[in-house]
């Protein structure tokens, strides 16, 4: 697996990586692990989404952060960013990365993470023809497993050495091979609302849930 490594005169990375987390469970974190090992020297950002604009969360944004904070916080390298969840109405990725351009700069490299299906459906989200000027794509896949690259990308350039993503502050496209871990929260919630106690999410997230009977009803 290729890793990033600063040397003099590269820009800083920042490598987001968003979800619902609803809740957050083993793929994720095998996810965030693998843009940890595969970023060593950026920062991993996981951000929570405030109110999805394709969906709605099934439980409060603050039992969301708790439990992401609790999955994430043994992954050295990674930190739950909350940003969206101060923000009115619906989370729109370009709008977020709006945010950390004027934070971080035009000159900062900023990834944005994306798992198959986001990428597969992101002809439908808000602005995404702006992606190219605001950030990188890292696609997260299975080994083996092809993706379309959606046209309004088309203009990105396919690179494919991690590195070189630190090299200018967007306009490429990385695809990095992850885990396949056969998982989905609305299949978590399904087991949880069944009563089903073996689950595919960490030990402290069962827990949690259990004690603040989350999930319960899967309504």
């Not at 040397?7 to 974190?29: E, I, M, Y």
């Not at 101060?86 to 709006?98: A, I, K, Q």
């Not at 080994?143 to 690259?149: C, D, L, N, Y």
Request: some cysteine; aromatic content about 6%; charged content about 20%.
């Amino acid at each position: 697996m290729d890793r990033v490594r600063r040397w003099s005169g590269a820009r800083l990375v920042q490598v987001l990586f968003g979800g619902t987390f609803d809740p957050v469970h083993n793929g994720h974190v095998a996810m965030a692990m693998s843009l940890r090992d595969a970023f060593p020297d950026a920062t991993i950002r996981v951000i929570p989404n405030r109110q999805p604009p394709h969906r709605s969360s099934r439980v409060s944004s603050a039992h969301r952060l708790a439990m992401l904070k609790l999955a994430m916080d043994e992954i050295s390298g990674v930190t739950v960013d909350p940003i969206e969840l101060g923000r009115d109405g619906p989370s729109y990725t370009v709008d977020t990365l709006g945010s950390l351009r004027a934070i971080y700069g035009e000159q900062e490299s900023i990834v944005l993470a994306l798992g198959a299906d986001a990428v597969r459906s992101l002809e439908s989200w808000y602005q995404p023809d702006k992606l190219p000027s605001l950030c990188h794509l890292c696609v997260l896949k299975r080994a083996g497993e092809r993706i379309e690259i959606p046209g309004l990308l088309s203009q990105m350039v396919g690179i494919n050495r991690a590195i070189d993503l630190s090299e200018v502050p967007s306009g490429r496209l990385y695809r990095l091979d992850t885990p396949e871990i056969p998982v989905s929260s609305t299949a978590v919630r399904e087991l949880i609302a069944r009563g089903i106690s073996q689950l595919p999410i960490p030990p402290t997230i069962a827990d949690y849930i259990g004690s603040n009977h989350l999930y319960q009803d899967n309504e």
